[in-house]
């Protein structure tokens, strides 16, 4: 039975409502537009929830770097291997993995992450005035960011010459200073570390999403709760957008539905090669938090994320698709890592896995549509969402306006493939 005829139109549909989504529709709403918000009901276990929690402004360097691509089969088959692939999953992935070997390359790692530098530039300011929109100033932490080097080789193979050639601020601490900055730290922990001094972290991913979440509702933004599954231009100038019980007209729609996003591109005209990075993360509760600052051990893959009333081990890529389920060695590899760090560390009281949208330039997709402005794309920011979800939304409102953005989004356009 074909879905029954419209029985709304908006002028603005924005499809997804995790943080890239919901910050566009507050950014449109707050500049008069009537918006409508269409995803699924928020269960608050999404990777906007999960994430380690941090405005990466230091995080320049693409996913495919030469190094990646000088240990790729290791990486990629190693089942502790911070970059892994599900085995039933190499052959539908083999495309994706083509093109990310090319994007490994030494010129093409250099200019996706000149692209991603211009991205992340403006996103500590971008997130200093949505934070204090929503009422959040109080959970941004600028308390800097730590790589961990757990060894000398560690240590030796710290190359940050293009991310400082780009803009990042990156100190090279000693393990004395390490210590002092840090003094929960295991005292046989570390041969040193690089320092991100100008690094922000959120206190709370949860309690500022739930703040914009309450501002997105504050502003009139309607919201439907539905998985759009169809998406067509029709003859009339509108998009027809459909799910399994509705079917809706927009003038302009905003795709911002991450993972979820490829199939509705594709409809929309575009094809890009987005797939899935599956995340995991393990968490503490404590009392008394062992750091007071984001750490990474370089070799291991994940952060340790300092959190309100918790510690949140998160991090490592596992490439495998939207429906498979979770892999649990993958929270045991990181949990043997956690206590090669901290010993004395709890058992776990709570894992989680989710899906982030990752691109084989490690670039996010920002622009309209090959045939035409009406579909707007606003995905595939793989682990910089969170950190980038109000330039996103600065850039959509732009297009929408018919504006020039401020940055040239050449880099990221559906069409750059």
């Keep these: 039975m074909p879905p029954p005829a419209p029985a709304d139109t908006f002028e603005i549909a924005v499809i997804g409502a995790g943080i890239v989504g ?36 230091y995080a320049v360097m693409p996913v495919g770097t030469p190094d990646v691509l000088r240990n790729l089969p290791a990486l990629l088959f190693d ?37 991603i ?7 500590p300011a971008a997130w200093r005035t949505l934070a204090h929109h929503v009422g959040g100033a109080h959970l941004l932490k ?44 295991p005292a046989h922990v570390g041969h040193g570390a690089a320092f991100f001094p100008n690094t922000v972290t959120l206190h709370d991913p949860r309690t500022m999403l739930r703040l914009l979440r309450a501002a997105v509702d504050a502003a009139g933004v309607q919201q439907i709760p539905a998985r759009v599954t169809g998406l067509v231009h029709d003859a009339q100038g509108y998009v027809t957008l459909t799910s399994a019980q509705a079917r809706w007209q927009a003038r302009k729609v905003v795709l911002a539905a991450g993972a979820w996003s490829r199939d509705l591109a594709r409809q929309a005209g575009d094809k890009v090669p987005l797939d899935t990075e599956r995340g995991y993360h393990l968490e503490y509760d404590m009392a008394a ?79 309209p549509s090959r045939f035409g402005g009406d579909v707007i794309h606003a995905y595939g920011h793989g682990h910089l969402g969170l950190t980038l979800a109000p330039v996103t939304a600065q850039i959509v409102a732009d ?15 559906p069409d750059r493939f």
């Excluded at 502790?80 to 083999?94: F, M, N």
């Design 22 to 57: 919901l910050s566009i529709a507050l950014r449109l709403a707050d500049q008069g537009h009537q918006v409508t918000l269409i995803a699924p009901p928020d269960d608050e276990s999404g990777a906007s929830y999960g994430n380690a929690g941090v405005i990466a402004d």
């Design 79 to 115: 089942r502790d291997s911070p970059l892994s692939i599900r085995k039933a999953s190499v052959l539908t992935l083999a495309p994706w993995l083509l093109r990310f070997a090319r994007e490994c390359l030494p010129a093409r790692s250099r200019a996706n992450a000149k692209a």
């Design 117 to 123: 530098a211009a991205l992340l530039a403006p996103t």
């Design 142 to 185: 600028p308390q800097g960011s730590l790589y961990l080097f757990e060894t000398q080789k560690d240590q030796r193979g710290a190359d940050f010459a293009l991310p400082r050639s780009l803009g990042v601020n990156v100190e090279s601490i000693s393990r004395a200073e390490l210590g002092q900055l840090e003094p929960g730290l």
């Design 289 to 367: 938090l062992p750091l007071t600052r984001q750490m990474a051990p370089v070799s291991r893959g994940f952060y340790f994320c300092p959190m309100a009333g918790r510690l949140r081990v998160a991090g490592t890529v596992e490439l495998g698709g939207l429906d498979a389920p979770a892999a649990p060695n993958r929270w045991a590899v990181m949990e043997r890592g956690a206590r090669a760090i901290f010993p004395d560390l709890p058992d776990p009281d709570r894992r989680w896995q989710g899906c982030r949208p990752s691109l084989p330039d490690s670039r996010p997709v920002i622009g």
């Design 399 to 413: 297009l929408i306006a018919g504006r020039p953005p401020a940055l040239d989004i050449a880099p990221y356009r």
